[in-house]
C-alpha cells in the first residue's frame, strides 16, 4: 500500500523558515516524479513544486520561486520543501503527491500557518 | 486567476448527469494531458481521471473525462449523494512551466 506521511508543519511568524518532509512508502520512490500542492484555508488546489526522479529536473510556481526549494533524499525515500521568507499567504495545508501520469496518490498534508 | 476556467458550482438531483466544464488554452490543455482531481470535504484530494479519459482502478464508470482542443469536461452520470464534492481540472503548462489547477468546481446534489 502506498504511504506518503508529511510532517514539519507549524505556526512561524513572517520572514521564517521551515522545512516540511515527506516520508513514502508502499512503492519505489526513486522511479517516480515527485510533486508539493497546497491549499490555503477555504481556497482551491495550488502546485508549488515539482521534482524528476533522479533531482535533476525541478519546477517552481511564481508564487514561490525564489523562496522554495525541493529536494529528495532516494535512499531515504524522502521528499522535502525548505520554506524561506514565508508570508501571511503562504498559510496552507501542504501536500506531497507522487506522479504518474497525473498526482495519483497523496499523504494526508501538514498545515502551516504564518503569522506574528 | 488560475489558468483553467470551470464553473464554481453545479448542482443535480440524485440520478442526473452533470458536466464540469474546464477551459484552458493552447499552452496547456491543447498541448498536455488532462486530469481530474476530487476533493471529499475534510480530506486530501484524489485522482479521478488521468490521461484526458482513462480511470484509475477502483474509480466508478460514472466518472468521465474527455477533451477537445483547449477545452476538457468531467461527466459524472447517475449523481449520488457520495459525489457532493470539489472537482478540479489540472494540466501541465508549456509557457508556465508548472502544473496548472481550475479553481474548482463544487457539485452539489439536491
Known amino acids: 500500500e502506498v504511504q506518503l506521511v508529511e510532517s514539519g508543519g507549524g505556526l512561524v511568524q513572517p520572514g521564517g523558515s521551515l522545512r516540511l518532509s515527506c516520508a513514502a512508502s508502499g512503492f519505489i520512490f526513486d522511479y517516480y516524479e515527485m510533486n508539493w500542492v497546497r491549499q490555503a484555508p477555504g481556497k482551491g488546489l495550488e502546485w508549488v513544486a515539482y521534482?524528476?526522479?533522479?533531482?535533476?529536473?525541478?519546477y517552481y510556481a511564481d508564487s514561490v520561486k525564489g523562496r522554495f526549494t525541493i529536494s529528495r533524499d532516494n535512499a531515504k525515500s524522502s521528499l522535502y520543501l525548505r520554506l524561506n521568507s514565508l508570508r501571511a499567504e503562504d498559510t496552507a495545508v501542504y501536500y506531497c503527491?507522487?506522479?504518474?501520469?497525473?498526482?495519483?496518490?497523496w499523504g494526508q498534508g501538514t498545515l502551516v500557518t504564518v503569522s506574528s | 486567476q488560475s489558468e483553467l476556467t470551470q464553473p464554481p458550482s453545479v448542482s443535480a438531483t440524485p440520478g442526473q448527469r452533470v458536466t464540469i466544464s474546464c477551459s484552458g488554452s493552447?499552452?496547456?490543455?491543447?498541448?498536455?494531458?488532462v486530469n481530474w482531481y476530487q476533493q471529499l470535504p475534510g480530506t486530501a484530494p484524489k485522482l479521478l481521471t488521468y490521461?484526458?479519459?482513462q480511470r484509475p482502478s477502483g474509480v466508478p464508470d460514472r466518472f468521465s473525462g474527455s477533451k477537445s482542443g483547449t477545452s476538457a469536461s468531467l461527466a459524472i452520470s447517475g449523481l449520488q449523494s457520495e459525489d457532493e464534492a470539489d472537482y478540479y481540472c489540472a494540466a501541465w503548462d508549456d509557457s508556465l512551466n508548472a502544473y496548472v489547477f481550475g479553481a474548482g468546481t463544487k457539485v452539489t446534489v439536491l
Open positions: 503527491a507522487r506522479d504518474s501520469s497525473g498526482l495519483v496518490d
Open positions: 521534482i524528476s526522479s533522479s533531482g535533476s529536473t525541478i
Open positions: 493552447s499552452s496547456n490543455i491543447g498541448s498536455n494531458i
Open positions: 490521461s484526458n479519459n
